[in-house]
């Protein structure tokens, strides 16, 4: 089990940027895929970004595609999520998650029943 937790979440006007962090507990995180979701009042949880253990494969939601950027760093245990020309749109709370199963492969998920471990959250807002 990896536990995590979220941080960087705010107030911010469009256009403008942030940066969230994960951070992650357990003895597995540098073998497990990571994604970040998000989820907007009335909204489903929908897919925002996904990285592969090591880092060299990345996907992308098409909304964020070319605004926001997912990294990790395994020897801090941490994954980010910098967040450019931010629209209202992006407005929602963000959620870290760790996939199910350790897998040293390429491998990026991006449903929410691949990931087994979810933080708690961190509020996003953007306003126009």
């Known amino acids: 089990q990896v536990q995590l937790v979220e941080s960087g979440g705010g107030l911010v006007q469009a256009g403008g940027s942030l940066r969230l962090s994960c951070a992650a507990s357990?003895?597995?995180?540098?073998?497990?895929?990571m994604g970040w979701f998000r989820q907007a009042p009335g909204k489903e949880r929908e897919f925002v970004a996904g990285i592969s253990w090591s880092g060299a494969s990345t996907s992308y939601a098409d909304s964020v595609k070319g605004r926001f950027t997912i990294s990790r760093d395994n020897a801090k245990n941490i994954v980010y999520l910098q967040m450019n020309s931010l629209e209202p749109e992006d407005t929602a709370v963000y959620y870290c998650?760790?996939?199910?199963?350790?897998?040293?492969?390429?491998?990026?998920?991006?449903?929410?029943?691949?990931?087994?471990?979810w933080g708690q959250g961190t509020q996003v807002t953007v306003s126009s």
């Open positions: 998650a760790a996939a199910r199963t350790a897998y040293y492969g390429t491998t990026v998920y991006t449903s929410p029943s691949d990931f087994g471990s």
């Open positions: 357990g003895r597995t995180f540098g073998a497990r895929a």
